[in-house]
């Protein structure tokens, strides 16, 4: 019994971080209609932007979230000026072979500067554990959660209930009935490319607490948020939560009782399963302008 | 170019009387060994000084002054067996003492064994170099196996004598090797052995593992992995709170990079050693570990750590060979190392029909006040059991 407590546990602090971590990629997706597979790479970026901002000049890595994110936020605008909106016209394979050549371009530069030794940011607070009872968290971990959960939340109000939330739910839904209306999709593209990669580059600087990283980590990060986007279908922030979920409980059980070896494997035959039976997710709703 | 050189070689070779037997090695000087391929140098040098002070090595009625050929392998294991390749029959050299690192010894025996020379290394540990049928190859490194035996055999010669074993590995050829050592070792010791399993290369979160150890409760635990791997394992353990009497992992602790990592953290962390100066043999060149240990202070400096051993090891063995053989033949020479049994400051130098050497201990060592000392099987402080809390 505490066993499996103690599973489920390790499964929402996993699947909470999962969830946020998909959130970017699983906005592009639903409001570009783009799938960015450089987006795993982009979130090493931002585990990279935190190491050296922390090991360079000394910047704690909390204090670092905010620059992350609008660093992150740049970049994003910055992709969407000069590389997307060139593309994103043109057949949407176009745009595939764009971020597969952005996602080589990053890791590889990445591993030129900092060589592919395993990095990590090592936060001296954060080393111990908390024990309730027979359970026992890591502070880290928890950390990390209660961050996802905070930034999922800022997020799911952000486009819930501010007027350019509503502005990037509706080009999601309808580009031209939200041109109509006055909404400039242009700009709402630019918008939500920011946030995505200021998403990814958050998760990043999270990820980079979390655990050990390389330059290449970027492709198994990336099928991660495809994942969490299949399984939780592209609908609301909820169903990022849901499909994070799902596959955090389902990596902790699989590691715990098959082995460590056995994760990857189960994640693409259980998404393999959610595209034959439920192709638009568990939750299923279109896109993110569904409410 | 070159036809001047010769000529210049030739001179020189005519205004010597005595005559010279040239050795050759591939090390690395620059890239990832450079280190390690610098302090193997060293380890050659310190032989060749040596051997030459006492008049050259004795074969038949005639004494050969020593000369070795270096070539730079940027350790890369292609460029390796290229120069070893270029060694052989260029620099028409029979004799190769090894390169640094199992990939690099790997591609060179490969090259020896084709031109029938003959390799002496102190550089490589995996086993597969010993499993390729070659005739001409031999290794005074301890092979992976050995490194959780060694563990494994210190665990249970403490008191109070453990019970249960934890054996977490990385799925590599040599962590696997080594893990598999200490599991046979463990079930033979008569240990319970509550947990073996391995993790995919390059794995960063071991919290399943540190959940089902948890609740084994094992008083041992071996880590068989990289360096990476060591240090995440100490800090996932003490995470985790689980606290073992006896901590071994099987690459890491020896080295200083381990201690800084982590700190206190690291304290009372066992690790074998190819080598370690607290060795206590007679050899027949320096007259016992400590005369090595101090000609190699005297000449560099500071102390001397396996690596550098290792090369001087490798060298020894090969100029006992040649003396027994009395000649330079390599089938005579080969004959010799496979029937040698002999001490030397190193441990007691014999091979088995593979090449591999069979008769030399590994040691121990425990990170006591942030330094690591040998605790096994030569103690040069007792070590501390069991481990005490983290803190």
């Known amino acids: 019994m505490d066993l499996l407590l103690q599973l489920l546990l390790e499964a929402l602090l996993l699947g909470t971080f999962y969830a946020f971590l998909s959130l970017g990629f699983s906005l592009t997706w639903g409001v570009l209609n783009i799938l960015n597979l450089a987006y795993g790479s982009l979130v090493v970026l931002g585990s990279y932007l935190a190491y050296s901002l922390f090991n360079a000049v000394g910047v704690d890595p909390i204090v670092s979230l905010p620059i992350s994110f609008a660093v992150g936020f740049g970049l994003g605008l910055l992709l969407q000026a000069s590389f997307v909106n060139r593309v994103i016209k043109l057949e949407p394979f176009m745009v595939l072979i764009l971020t597969f050549g952005l996602d080589i371009l990053i890791s590889h530069t990445l591993n030129y500067f900092f060589k592919a030794d395993i990095r990590s940011i090592d936060v001296p607070y954060a080393e111990g554990s908390l024990v309730v009872g027979n359970l026992i968290v890591s502070k880290v971990k928890l950390l990390v959660f209660i961050l996802s959960l905070l930034f999922t939340f800022l997020l799911f109000v952000f486009l819930k209930f501010t007027w350019t939330g509503r502005a990037i739910r509706a080009v999601a839904l309808d580009v031209e009935g939200a041109r109509l209306v006055g909404i400039s999709p242009e700009r709402v593209f630019a918008l939500t490319m920011g946030i995505g990669t200021g998403i990814a580059f958050l998760s990043g600087n999270l990820y980079g607490i979390l655990q050990g990283f390389t330059p290449f980590d970027g492709g198994f990060l990336t099928v991660k948020a495809f994942l969490v986007s299949v399984l939780g279908g592209l609908g609301r922030v909820e169903s990022a939560l849901l499909g994070g979920l799902f596959l955090g409980t389902m990596e902790i059980f699989v590691s715990f009782y098959a082995g460590e070896s056995w994760k990857l494997f189960a994640s693409l035959v259980l998404m393999i399963l959610v595209l034959i039976f439920r192709p638009r997710g568990l939750m299923g709703g279109k896109y993110y302008g569904e409410a | ?391």
């Open chain 2, 1 to 391: 170019m070159r036809v001047f050189l010769f000529l210049i070689a030739f001179v020189f070779s005519l205004s010597f009387s005595q005559e010279v037997l040239r050795l050759g090695a591939a090390v690395s000087f620059s890239g990832k060994y450079a280190k390690e391929g610098e302090l193997l140098k060293r380890g050659y040098e310190l032989w060749k000084e040596r051997v030459n002070a006492k008049g050259g090595i004795k074969v038949g009625n005639k004494r050969y002054k020593v000369e070795i050929i270096y070539y730079d392998d940027r350790s890369d294991p292609k460029t390796t067996a290229k120069l070893v390749e270029k060694l052989i029959t260029q620099d028409k050299v029979r004799f190769i003492l090894g390169p640094y690192g199992s990939a690099q010894v790997f591609a060179a025996a490969g090259v020896v064994e084709k031109y029938r020379a003959l390799m002496v290394q102190g550089g490589g540990a995996s086993s597969k170099i010993y499993r390729q049928g070659y005739r001409h190859v031999f290794g005074v490194f301890n092979i992976a196996p050995d490194y959780g035996k060694n563990l494994i055999d210190l665990a249970v010669s403490l008191k109070p004598r453990p019970k249960t074993v934890a054996i977490i590995y990385e799925k590599d050829i040599f962590s696997e090797d080594a893990a598999r050592g200490a599991l046979e070792e463990a079930k033979k010791k008569g240990l319970k052995v509550v947990l073996f399993e391995g993790y995919p290369k390059g794995t960063q979160d071991l919290s399943s593992l540190m959940l089902k150890i948890r609740m084994k409760r094992p008083d041992v635990v071996i880590g068989a992995g990289h360096f990476k791997d060591s240090v995440l394992v100490i800090k996932q353990l003490k995470q985790f709170r689980i606290n073992p009497k006896f901590v071994g992992l099987t690459v890491g602790p020896p080295v200083p990079a381990f201690v800084k990592a982590l700190g206190k953290d690291a304290e009372y962390v066992f690790g074998p050693v190819q080598w370690s100066k607290a060795f206590r043999y007679k050899d027949p060149l320096f007259g016992s570990t400590e005369g090595f240990v101090k000609a190699y202070r005297e000449r560099y400096g500071e102390d001397p750590e396996y690596h550098a051993a290792g090369g001087t090891a490798a060298a020894l063995a090969l100029q006992i060979a040649i003396e027994r053989a009395g000649s330079l033949e390599v089938d005579k020479v080969r004959k010799e190392l496979l029937s040698m049994k002999v001490e030397t400051f190193y441990g007691v130098i014999g091979f088995d029909e593979t090449g591999k050497i069979v008769t030399k201990p590994m040691a121990v060592i425990q990170i006591q006040g942030g330094k690591p000392v040998t605790v096994y099987p030569f103690r040069e402080a007792e070590p501390v059991y069991p481990k005490p809390e983290w803190k």
